[in-house]
């Protein structure tokens, strides 16, 4: 009975344990403060050439907003026809580990997801995915007077890039999103 009593109170306590000795993460908060200029509500055009070549022309939407105390930013793109049917969707998540002290970029589309680089420069963004043996997407962001201009290229190993996409928006507006709706108790 005084092994099983003990016991109990060695595993109700071994989580405080824990707690107290896990180190806090440094402050993320000022590195992620440089992605502000992305938030908001934007639109315009997204023009480009397909994989099997073929152009293509949509209204391109971005709504982006931090959660989690601004630990994250979540970016939503959403590329529509003229018609209004969706054409493209996607969702990224930034994030800043301070611990190794870059920026991650998490990204859902089309039933592929994936963790990329992510850099801040001086105009705006970058970020960039692999795309096979010695070849990556990058995509460059720049962001000025109110306007989103992002770039696409293909980068193969001992070729010049070939850009198969750009995106001109306007930010059209504040946005709450999406933290908006957030389940009170």
């Given amino acids: 009975m005084l092994k099983t009593v003990a016991l109990t109170l060695i595993l109700s306590l071994a989580p405080m344990v824990v707690m107290a000795e896990t180190p806090k993460a440094p402050a993320a908060k000022p590195e992620m403060s440089k992605l502000s200029p992305m938030t908001g509500v934007w639109k315009g055009r997204a023009k ?13 939407t971005e709504r982006v907003g931090f959660m989690l105390d601004g630990d994250v930013l979540v970016v939503e793109g959403k590329g529509y026809e003229d018609g209004g049917a969706v054409a493209f969707n996607a969702l990224g998540v930034v994030s800043y580990n301070a611990m190794t002290q870059k920026y991650e970029f998490r990204a859902y589309s089309g039933g592929f997801a994936g963790t990329h680089s992510f850099e801040v420069t001086p105009e705006g963004f970058v970020w960039e995915m692999a795309a096979g043996p010695k070849a ?3 995509y460059l962001i720049v962001i000025k007077d109110g306007t989103w ?4 290229e293909y980068i193969a190993e001992g070729q010049p890039g070939r850009k198969f996409i750009e995106l001109n928006l306007k930010r059209v507006g504040d946005s709450d999103w999406p933290v908006a709706g957030t389940i009170k108790p």
């Fill in 136 to 138: 990556k997407i990058r």
């Fill in 48 to 60: 480009g050439t397909d994989r099997a070549g073929k152009a293509y022309d949509i209204i391109q």
């Fill in 149 to 152: 201009v992002e770039t696409g």
